[in-house]
């Protein structure tokens, strides 16, 4: 028998009472994301084809100058999210201001963006999954002077978040607030289909995700941890097996399913880790939590951290909730 297939538009649509506020609108910036993410899909398809397209910085055959592809993703999320009139403006990584969509349409937009438009980058060139990561929030008041205060809000007051993987098949994934959801793109008709209604993630798994190399720049806490996570231990399913991608969305994405713990713990160089709190860590910081997991940064819960800046960084503990809870406990004992 042939299966009904839900696709991402008609997911929204059917799914937008549930949105508190501005229903319409945010049903239209969601689908604006999920059009974006199919034309950086189709640039990421091409990376492989460099060498004959030319370099990025240089000149291709049609004439064009080719761009990075994170600048790529950057422009058409942007274009995206202006054209479609619901964001007043956008925090991007790859942008040090915030950047206002300054269209008419957008003058009464009620919503705020912030993203990580390609995640992953290092890995671009070399075929491995990468990824783009957002996060959406209300617009306080219409009238706000200061529209980079409103971007200072907690993660707990998003009211949707997902991210997008370009793998071995390209994966849309988000949240409103009612659990979490995930659509497959069939390249065949071009849409992503509902594939992962509801994902919850398992309460333990035995994947820990974490760059080892810098081992010798962590705290004692995070060193006492891994070292636990390679004791022998049945009742424990340990030693836990080392899966690093260095594509967060990619290595979160299959921890989410699997069961498994990502770290990207504080250095002695970098006391506050190198993951950014509004585009990449409370996004999927809410996810974790919508589908049963945690995250936190070592100490204290991701959503819960009030930004003072753009591009804040903080350490990153994600993934099932015992494991999260157990990484916490030594990161906080040996201090
Ligand atoms: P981005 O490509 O957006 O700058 O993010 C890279 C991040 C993240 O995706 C990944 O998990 C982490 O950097 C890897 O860092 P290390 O190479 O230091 O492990
Ligand atoms: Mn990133
Ligand atoms: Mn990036």
């Not at 231990?233 to 340990?238: E, F």
């Amino acid at each position: 028998m042939k299966r009904q297939v839900t696709t991402l538009s008609q997911f929204i649509i059917e799914r937008q009472a549930d949105f508190p506020y501005a229903k319409g609108e945010l049903s239209r910036l969601l689908l604006d994301i999920g059009i974006a993410a199919k034309v950086v899909n189709r640039e990421v398809n091409k990376a492989g084809l460099v060498d004959i397209l030319g370099e990025a910085g240089n000149i291709n055959i049609q004439g064009e100058q080719v761009k990075k592809l994170d600048v790529f993703a950057n422009e058409q999320f942007i274009i995206a999210l202006g054209s479609g009139g619901e964001t007043c403006a956008v925090a991007s990584e790859e942008n040090e201001d915030l950047v206002p969509i300054e269209t008419l349409v957008s003058k009464n937009a009620k919503y705020l963006v912030c993203i990580d438009p390609l995640d992953g980058s290092s890995n671009i060139d070399v075929n491995v999954s990468i990824g783009t990561i957002f996060s959406i929030y209300r617009r306080k008041s219409e009238e706000s002077t200061s529209i980079l205060s409103e971007f200072l809000q907690k993660g707990t007051q998003q009211v949707a978040a997902g991210y997008v993987i370009y793998g071995s098949s390209t994966m849309l994934v988000y949240t409103t607030g009612k659990g979490v959801n995930g659509f497959t793109l069939d390249p065949s008709i071009g849409e992503f289909c509902l594939s992962h209604p509801d994902i919850k993630t398992p309460e333990t798994g035995n994947i820990y995700s974490v760059n080892e190399g810098n081992y010798m720049h962590l705290t004692e806490g995070v060193k006492a941890y891994l070292r636990w996570c390679k004791e022998s231990d049945k009742d424990t399913k340990r030693p836990y097996t080392a899966r690093y991608i260095g594509s967060l969305v990619a290595d979160f994405h299959r921890n989410l399913l699997k069961g498994g713990i990502y770290i990207y713990p504080a250095t002695v160089t970098a006391p506050n880790g190198k993951l950014r709190l509004l585009y990449e860590c409370n996004p999927l910081a809410w996810i974790a939590e919508q589908a049963g997991g945690q995250a936190s940064d070592g100490r204290n819960r991701i959503l819960d951290i009030k930004p003072e800046s753009l591009h804040q960084r903080t350490p990153l503990f994600i993934g099932s909730p015992e494991m999260v809870t157990m990484a916490v406990e030594f990161n906080l004992k040996n201090q």
